[in-house]
C-alpha cells in the first residue's frame, strides 16, 4: 500500500513538473519563404527579425524537421524560434508540429508576420483576429483550428499601386527604410523578451502602435 502511495504522488509531482516546464516554454515563429530569392523581401519580415535576434544572442540555427530552429534562454524562460521551410502559405503544417512537439502551450506561441495595413514599422501585436488575407496566418488558422494565438504584425505600409500587391510585398526594402530598420528590428526583439518575461497584455501596451 505504502510504495503504491509513493508511486501515486510521483506520478502526479512528476506531471506537475512537466506543465511547470511547458509554461515556461515558448514558441516564437517568424513566417517567410526560403531561399536567397526572398531573403530580403517585405513579405520575409518575420525570418529578418528572428535572424537579427539570433544575431544578436551569438545563436546558431539548426535545420530539422519542417523549418530550421534554434533556443534560447532569457530568465528561465526557454525560447524556441522557429523560420518554417514550408513556404509561407503551408506555415501551419510547421507551426502545428513543433507546438506538439515541444509540449508548448498555445498561449506561449507568437506568430511575427508582415502587415500592408500599418505604416513601416510600426508594430502591432493581438492575441486573436482574423488572417487579415494573409495567406500564412490563414495557413496556421486553418491547421490549428483556431483564431486563438498571438500574433505580431510588422507594418510594411501599402506603398503600391493598384494590382501590384504580390510584386510589392515580394519586393526588397527602399534605401529609406533600410536605414530606419536596425532601430524597427531592435524594438521588435524588445517586443520578443516583454512577451515572454512580461506577458501579452503589458507588451501590447508597451509596443503597439510603437
Known sequence: MLSFLK???STKTEQIITEEDSMKKFLIVGLGNIGPKYEN????????ILDFYAQKNSLTWETAKLGDITTHKVKGRTLIFLKPSTFMNLSGKSVKYWLEKEKIPLENILVITDDLNLAFGTIRIKTKGSDGGHNGLKDIQNTLQT???NRFRFGI???FTKG????YVLG???LDEEKLMPER?????DA???FVLAGINITMNTFNGK
Open 185 to 189: 528590428l531592435e524594438k521588435s526583439c
Open 7 to 9: 508511486k501515486l504522488f
Open 172 to 174: 526588397e526594402w527602399e
Open 192 to 194: 520578443i523578451e516583454s
Open 157 to 159: 505600409s501599402d506603398a
Open 41 to 48: 523581401t517585405r513579405h520575409n519580415i518575420g525570418f529578418r
Open 147 to 149: 483564431t486563438n494565438y
Open 164 to 167: 501590384r500587391q504580390v510584386d
